[in-house]
């Protein structure tokens, strides 16, 4: 039986709709705001469970160049200034274990990068802080994979786990999503994650940095509570095209509104059908 995972006051993987959603890197305390403030109002608006999401470093760049976001202990401040501004969970990256109990202090969810969901130390220092810990699955990794990787964060005393899709990668710049790992995952007992805007990213495409598509997150997201995930993981911003990490498959904030009603029309009426 699947596990719900309590947050604060709502629970994710039960009758309700969460999504994670945010600019991709933290760019400015501005644009933070303006997307918290904008997405707190549409969920609220839709009755769907909201948990904002930014990252303070994106250190799987592909030039050194790239722009990666101001750091872990700016960044923090940066993200405590939105929880307690828009009274919101707050969701972010880890890479390194000593990142986990700093950053544990201001978010409720510590996310273990896809590229560094077998490293064992990371998931351990996770795992120890207490915090839900939601590991998104490899590029590399077929889904039945991610067992031993559960089992590392259980086997070190904490029980609240989500799993993330974000597609696989068979190299020539593309990743393609096998929407039956949604319910192989599943079968390990916690609530997956259908991340739709990571799924569109095209990786190294552009030479020097990552190309996208996000003509088609809706119809990924669309097909993800389709076949029954439990939330969805969005990366939204203000102007895209005008972002300096992943605007290619960022979705406008613009057009979050019409997305979310979609989705949560598909994810109530398969809840209803199990």
């Known amino acids: 039986m699947k596990k719900r995972i309590k947050l604060g006051n709502f629970e994710i993987g039960g009758e309700k709709l969460t999504i994670l959603a945010g600019p991709c890197a933290i760019e400015s305390q501005d644009i933070l705001n303006k997307t918290a403030e904008k997405l707190k109002e549409i969920t609220e608006k839709l009755d769907i469970n909201f948990i904002f999401k930014s990252s303070f470093d994106k250190a799987n760049r592909s030039s050194i160049t790239s722009f990666r976001g101001p750091g872990m202990e700016k960044g923090l401040v940066m993200l405590e200034k ?9 969701v ?10 700093p950053v544990a202090e201001v978010a ?9 969901c077998r490293q064992t130390d990371l998931l351990v220092a996770a795992a120890k802080t207490g915090k839900v810990v939601n590991i998104k699955k490899g590029q ?13 964060v259980e086997d070190s005393g904490n029980g609240n786990i989500l799993v993330t899709d974000r597609g696989t990668t068979f190299g020539y710049n ?31 495409a552009n ?31 203000p102007e895209p095209d005008k ?20 989705c949560k029309a598909i994810f109530e009426l398969i809840r209803s059908q199990a």
């Open 82 to 90: 939105v929880k307690k501004e828009f009274d919101l969970p707050i």
């Open 92 to 101: 972010t990256d880890i890479h390194t274990p000593d990142q986990a109990a």
């Open 108 to 116: 409720d969810i510590l996310q273990i990068p896809a590229f560094l």
């Open 140 to 152: 590399f990794l077929a889904p039945e994979q991610m067992g031993p990787l559960i089992k590392k």
């Open 174 to 204: 593309n990743l393609v999503v096998d929407f039956r790992g949604i319910p192989v995952m599943q079968e390990f007992g916690y609530p997956v994650v259908f991340d739709a805007t990571h799924s569109v990213q095209l990786p190294g």
């Open 207 to 237: 030479g020097c940095s990552s190309g996208g598509d996000r003509r088609f997150v809706p119809y990924l997201a669309k097909a993800a509570m389709a076949v029954g995930a439990d939330s969805l993981f969005f990366e939204i911003h």
């Open 243 to 262: 972002a300096l990490c992943d605007g290619a498959n960022m979705v406008p904030l613009d057009k979050a509104e019409a997305l979310f009603k979609n």
